[in-house]
T-cell receptor, first 107, second 115 residues
Framework: GIQVEQSPPDLILQEGANSTLRCNFS?????LQWFHQNPWGQLINLFY???GTKQNGRLSATTVATERYSLLYISSSQTTDSGVYFC?????????FGAGTTVTVRA | DAGVIQSPRHEVTEMGQEVTLRCKPI?????LFWYRQTMMRGLELLIY????????DSGMPEDRFSAKMPNASFSTLKIQPSEPRDSAVYFC?????????????FGDGTRLSIL
């Protein structure tokens, strides 16, 4: 099956810092989604981004499908950004998830 | 619009008991997925329904697990008998159309603890 690798596995930020999370995948996909799992365990849809660039407030994402990677940018991080960020790709009907990046934002 | 609704949010029960998890997909969505999240294996697909028909149940761990979708607005995942290793967070997700490019929308999950 398709391999999804996320880096870094862990990230500690000071409030206000910027960061970039990366997702590499091993095969072509029809869909790519970024999720934030908050401390309560909820999976929050951040972006649906099979290609191109999107922005939503302090977050933005870019997917270069031909090179099989996606980037998630967090700017001016806040403590509420803490949690696990998952990249998930959809080569067929199911989503295949990466292992996630655990982000801790310190005040 | 209401999102995917799962119940219960938390379930604690003793080994050997039957557990039933419930899911109401987003209205109009015709694809429904059950995922399980554990520390060891991360998020993995258990079963996929399309138009209420199970299409792929290869991720169901064993015969103790069963899932049904009697209509377009309701699905259940049942574990009988439950075991401590079934403890995990179970997510239900739905997406529109049969095309594989559509985003999946997740419920809040059911945190299951088997004692």
């Amino acid at each position: 099956g398709i391999q999804v690798e996320q880096s870094p596995p862990d990230l500690i930020l000071q409030e206000g810092a910027n960061s970039t999370l990366r997702c590499n995948f091993s095969d072509s996909v029809n869909n790519l989604q970024w999720f934030h799992q908050n401390p309560w365990g909820q999976l929050i849809n951040l972006f649906y981004i099979p290609s191109g660039t999107k922005q939503n407030g302090r977050l933005s994402a870019t997917t270069v499908a031909t090179e099989r990677y996606s980037l998630l940018y967090i700017s001016s991080s806040q403590t509420t950004d803490s949690g696990v960020y998952f990249c998930a790709v959809r080569p067929d009907y199911k989503l295949s998830f990466g292992a996630g990046t655990t982000v801790t934002v310190r005040a | 619009d209401a999102g995917v609704i799962q119940s219960p949010r938390h379930e604690v029960t003793e080994m050997g008991q039957e557990v039933t998890l419930r899911c109401k997909p987003i209205s109009g969505h015709n694809s429904l997925f059950w995922y399980r999240q554990t520390m060891m294996r991360g998020l993995e697909l258990l079963i996929y329904f399309n138009n209420n028909v199970p299409i792929d149940d290869s991720g169901m761990p064993e015969d103790r697990f069963s899932a049904k979708m009697p209509n377009a607005s309701f699905s259940t995942l049942k574990i009988q008998p439950s075991e401590p290793r079934d403890s995990a967070v179970y997510f239900c997700a739905s997406s529109s159309q049969t095309g594989w490019s559509q985003p999946q929308h997740f419920g809040d999950g059911t945190r299951l603890s088997i004692l």
